[in-house]
């Protein structure tokens, strides 16, 4: 079993950054794939960005690349998801997930370990 919990979202303005983090718990986090997801109400939950085990790959969707940067600490067996230039669009609740597979983690929605995640809100 992972337990994963995320933190750092909060409410900032249109341009603004934020840093979100995911720690684990558990099983070996770094044997695991991990990403991150986002959802608004009424809407399905979205891939934001994926890392392989190691770090050496990271995968985004096209909606925030070059804005978003994904990294992991396997040493200190966290996530992070730094967000740049935010705007409101951007407004969800992120949602860190963990699977053995990267491409489990990057192409579905089907990931074995989920946070419970962090609202990020972004005003205009």
């Known amino acids: 079993q992972v337990q994963l919990v995320e933190s750092g979202g909060g409410l900032v303005q249109a341009g603004g950054s934020l840093r979100l983090s995911c720690a684990a718990s558990?099983?070996?986090?770094?044997?695991?794939?991990s990403g991150w997801f986002r959802q608004t109400p009424g809407k399905e939950r979205e891939f934001v960005a994926a890392i392989t085990w190691s770090g050496g790959y990271t995968y985004y969707a096209d909606s925030v690349k070059g804005q978003f940067t994904i990294s992991r600490d396997n040493a200190k067996n966290t996530v992070s998801l730094q967000m740049d230039s935010l705007k409101p669009e951007d407004t969800a609740t992120y949602y860190c997930a963990a699977d053995e597979a990267i491409a489990v983690v990057a192409t579905t929605k089907l990931a074995t370990y989920w946070g419970q995640g962090t609202q990020v809100t972004v005003s205009s």
């Open positions: 558990g099983r070996a986090f770094s044997n695991y794939a």
